[in-house]
């Protein structure tokens, strides 16, 4: 068969995979700390495949058999800029300043990171994520136990005046290293070096909110379908070629 | 593909959440003592369709992989106790926190409730109640032929009798505040419960260490802004509407998807 087809399958998929990641950036667009995803692709661009055209000395030789038609090496990359700011009046609501400045989140399973700084307080006074996990501060914990709890954009945990911990803040210089686990947590690869802890800089009774605008994921969403619909009609056109081939060469006019 | 439908869906279902939430404290734009409420949201799992760090050939790994979302899910909803405008009603049983901290009620039942309602009435006994009837804890009872009540900055009730030219004490209203206000459990009627995420309640006496003072003859009104919620309400709406995109889109492309075979 055609290898045109097989191109135009793969960029299909590739469409179908892409509606997949920006479906749940819109559904989290009123997500604080979420942070959009992009789906990256490695395509093989005309010039490397007509020097490999070229290097076949054999002109009945096609000399691109061993590659993989169309998109190939996908990979699904995090997008960390910062998102905005919204300001909640809430005491226990906290939004960070650093783009790379990341919360601790105690879990289950380890140590986990997050921008989200919506936190509550469970039963035993902690402070916690909005998931009931407790945040880290510098010594453990942070426990709140009297009301009037207060943070201070230094991080310093405040309960009527006095001080009752830090958050710790930890700052990534390379944020590639981390992956979405859901609740609006990341977490670090097997065997990674912890991250260094910095100075906390946090602005107090805000959030910050989802990293992508309404107008932007629904081009996304726009260009998905336009780019599928085009692939869609490659296959088409591919198909009414081979069909023509297969009913009119050859047959004699009578 | 099927996934990229349920995810768009669950954008729209944290959406209708958001909407009834604001749309509630719209209504209660002139209910006073009402704390405004606020949904919160989180990603949900994410499911590795190409695992991080797998090999793309003998030498070479992915960085990243392919980590697909599923959607959104509603965390909590919880109520935001930013102080409300003190709103000037001349009612002598018409009383305002300014700063942190409840009134304490009887319920009928017999548990506890809290709230910053103060639009307080007489029952028949002249007991001091909430306009619901609720008694206030610690019961203040207020003769009959009273002329005059005073309600002080620290909750102290007195009241001139005929005959009498001093004010005499009636009871003292007490105070009470929470860990985390966010942790209440609201129950409607202006009342909030004491729940685990709360944390226990510790009773002082209004405008003393942090518990707010009160205000004779004021009223906290609702602390909705009618501009901040139709503007959540426009992000929700939109967000919304969005999802829906995704979810033609979704469809659509599965429709051509099907066409190619003709």
Do not use: C, W
């Amino acid at each position: 068969m055609d290898r045109g087809t097989y191109s135009a399958a793969s960029g299909g998929l590739v469409q179908l995979r892409k509606l997949e990641i920006v479906n749940n950036n819109l559904a989290n667009i009123n997500t604080p700390g979420f942070k959009r995803q992009i789906l990256l692709t490695e395509k093989q661009s005309f010039e490397s495949t007509f020097a490999k055209e070229l290097e076949s000395t054999d002109p009945f030789a096609r000399g691109d058999h061993d590659r993989t038609p169309g998109s190939t090496n996908l990979q699904s990359v995090v997008d960390f800029s910062p998102g905005p700011i919204k300001n909640t009046g809430n005491a226990l609501d906290v939004a960070l300043h650093q783009p790379n400045d990341f919360f601790v989140v105690q879990t289950p399973e380890g140590p986990q990171y997050t921008r989200a700084g919506n936190f509550s307080i469970n039963a035993k006074g902690e402070l916690t994520s909005m998931d009931g996990m407790p945040v880290l501060g510098d010594g453990g914990g942070i426990t709140i136990s009297g009301p009037g709890a207060l943070i201070n954009p230094d991080g310093s945990v405040n309960v009527d005046g006095t001080p009752v911990g830090k958050l710790r803040v930890v700052r990534f210089e390379d944020t590639s290293s981390l992956m979405p686990v859901g609740n609006s947590r990341f977490k670090t690869g097997e065997g990674a070096a912890a991250p260094p802890n910095v100075e906390a800089e946090v602005i107090p009774q805000s959030l910050e909110m989802a990293n992508l605008s309404v107008v932007s994921t629904v081009v996304d969403l726009m260009s998905t379908n336009r780019a599928f619909d085009l692939y869609t009609r490659m296959a088409t056109s591919i198909d009414q070629v081979n069909q023509s081939a297969i009913s009119q060469v050859g047959r004699r006019n009578s | 593909m099927i996934r990229a439908l349920y995810t768009a869906a669950t954008g729209m279902n944290a959406q209708e959440l958001n909407i009834d939430v604001i749309s509630n404290n719209l209504a209660n734009v002139n209910t006073s003592g009402y704390k405004k409420s606020r949904a919160d949201f989180q990603d949900l799992m994410y499911q590795a369709v190409v695992e991080p760090g797998a090999p793309t050939s003998s030498s070479s790994t992915t960085s990243s992989g392919i980590q697909v979302g599923l959607g959104v899910k509603a965390a909590a909803v919880q109520k935001v106790f930013i102080q409300g405008d003190l709103q000037s009603t001349s009612n002598q049983l018409d009383v305002a926190i300014e700063g942190d901290g409840f009134f304490q009620v009887q319920l009928p039942d017999g548990t506890t409730a809290y709230s910053r309602a103060g639009a307080f009435q007489m029952d028949n006994a002249g007991r001091l109640t909430t306009s619901e009837g609720f008694v206030i804890d610690p019961g203040v009872t207020i003769p009959n032929d009273a002329l005059a009540i005073s309600i002080g900055q620290d909750g102290t009730i007195s009241a001139r009798q005929p005959g009498s030219s001093t004010l005499s004490q009636l009871g003292q209203l007490t105070a009470v505040r929470f860990p985390n206000n966010a942790g209440l459990r609201a129950t409607g009627r202006n009342l909030y419960q004491e729940t685990e995420s709360s944390g226990t309640p510790t009773q002082g006496i209004f405008g003393e260490n942090g518990y707010g003072r009160l205000s004779q003859g004021f009223l906290e009104s609702s602390n909705v802004s009618v501009v901040g919620e139709v503007v959540n309400m426009i992000t929700a709406q939109r967000a919304y509407e969005a999802s829906s995109k995704g979810i033609q889109t979704a469809d659509d492309m599965l429709s051509q998807a099907i066409n190619l075979k003709r």
